[in-house]
């Protein structure tokens, strides 16, 4: 089910969960070009897409590198913004790694 922009919020990049796709983390390159453009800046940054499992976890479906820059670079307990574009009631994403661990 896609749901609308009212389901903004706020996260701490390293609990979110990466997609199967991207089980690795980030590609390296493009992570260091994306801090050499705009270090651990969030200014302008689109705010990631997300999908809510039934877990409540919350895993990446667009913006695995930006997270990754943000937990990586930024300040301790730095956020991002996340919106919610699909609840998959059905799927339990807890078992997916988190940014923070890889």
């Given amino acids: 089910m896609t749901i609308g922009c009212d389901d903004m919020q706020i996260v701490e990049p390293g609990s979110l969960r990466l997609p199967p796709s991207r089980s690795g983390g980030a590609d390296p390159v493009k992570l260091a070009e994306q801090y050499r453009r705009f270090g651990v800046s969030t200014a302008g940054m689109p705010p990631l897409e997300v999908t809510e499992g039934k877990d409540g976890e919350l895993m990446i479906n667009d913006g695995v590198t930006r997270a990754t820059r ?33």
């Fill in 70 to 102: 943000i937990y990586r670079f930024g300040k301790p307990g730095a956020c991002v913004p996340v919106i919610v574009i699909e609840l998959a009631r059905e799927w339990i994403f807890s078992k997916l790694p988190r940014i923070s661990e890889r």
